[in-house]
C-alpha cells in the first residue's frame, strides 16, 4: 500500500510524510533523498551536473544499495553512506540540474518502485502520485507560501549549517520551483485525485492529523 505525499521544496513533506508513517505503521521514504544521492556523487567525482552524458555514465558504473533503517528506506552509494553530506549547499543547488534529466528520473523511479520490498510505504517527493505511483488511491499535495516555505527552510539550514538567509533562501527556492515546475521530464504537479493540503498557517501536527484521519476514514488503518 503506497501513500504518496507530493509538493514542491519546503511545504513540510518530509516532517508530515515520516510522521504519519509513524503513525500508520507504516515505511518511509524520502524520494528526494535518493536524487540528492546522485547529485552527492557527482559532486564527489567532479561531474558536471548538467552533462548528461557524463551523468548517465555515472549512474551504469556505480551501484545503489536499499536498505531499511528505523522504518525508513535508505541507501549506501558503492558502499559509502553520504548521510547529511546530501543536505549541504553543494548538493542543494545543484540537484534540480540532476533532477531534470531523463536518465537519472528512470533510474530513481526503478529504485523506488523496487521499496515495494519493504512493505506500505509513505513515500514523499514530486511526481509519487504521478509517475511513481500514479494507480495509489491515497495521493496528498502538500503546499505553502513561498515565504513561508522559505522561513521553514531557513530555519532548517540554521540548525545545520549555522546561518539561514530568508531571503537567499527564497530566492533559491523560487529557482527551484521553476525548474522543478518547468521540467520536460516529470515536472512537478498535482497528480490526478490528490487532496491538496495548504498548511501556510498550520502545524505540522495538524496537517499529520489530517492525513492520518482521511486515511482512516478510508479504512486504510483502524
Known amino acids: 500500500m503506497i501513500v ?20 500508520l505503521g507504516f515505511i518511509y ?6 536524487y540528492r544521492g546522485v547529485t552527492w556523487k557527482c559532486v564527489k567525482e567532479g561531474i558536471d551536473v548538467t552533462d548528461s552524458q557524463a551523468v548517465t555514465n555515472l549512474l551504469i558504473r556505480m551501484t545503489m544499495d536499499l536498505v ?5 528506506v535508505g541507501y549506501v552509494i558503492d558502499g559509502e553512506d553520504p548521510g ?11 540537484v534540480s540540474d540532476i533532477a531534470a534529466q531523463q ?3 528512470v533510474y530513481i523511479v526503478e529504485k ?3 521499496m515495494t520490498q519493504f512493505g506500505n510505504l509513505v513515500m514523499e ?9 500514479p494507480e495509489s488511491p491515497y495521493k496528498y499535495y502538500l503546499d505553502a507560501d513561498p515565504e513561508e516555505r522559505a522561513r521553514r527552510r531557513a530555519v532548517e539550514i540554521q540548525q545545520t549549517e549555522g546561518t539561514g538567509d530568508v531571503d537567499e533562501v527564497l530566492s533559491s527556492l523560487r529557482r527551484r ?11 512537478l504537479q498535482i497528480a490526478l485525485g490528490a487532496k491538496i493540503i495548504n498548511s501556510t498557517g498550520m502545524t505540522i501536527d495538524q496537517v499529520v492529523d489530517t492525513i492520518v484521519s482521511d486515511l482512516k476514514k478510508a479504512g486504510v488503518v483502524s
Open 112 to 114: 523506488l518502485r523496487q
Open 29 to 34: 521514504v524520502d524520494s528526494g533523498a535518493l
Open 103 to 105: 536518465s537519472v528520473r
Open 177 to 187: 520551483d521553476q525548474k522543478d515546475s518547468s521540467r520536460v521530464t516529470a515536472p
Open 4 to 23: 504518496a505525499v507530493d509538493g514542491p521544496s519546503a511545504s513540510g513533506k518530509s516532517t508530515v510524510s515520516r510522521r504519519a508513517a509513524q503513525a
Open 84 to 94: 547529511q553530506e546530501i543536505r549541504a549547499e553543494p548538493v542543494r543547488e545543484r
Open 68 to 72: 531499511l533503517t528505523d522504518n525508513a
Open 125 to 133: 517527493g514530486r511526481d509519487i502520485g504521478t509517475v511513481v505511483f
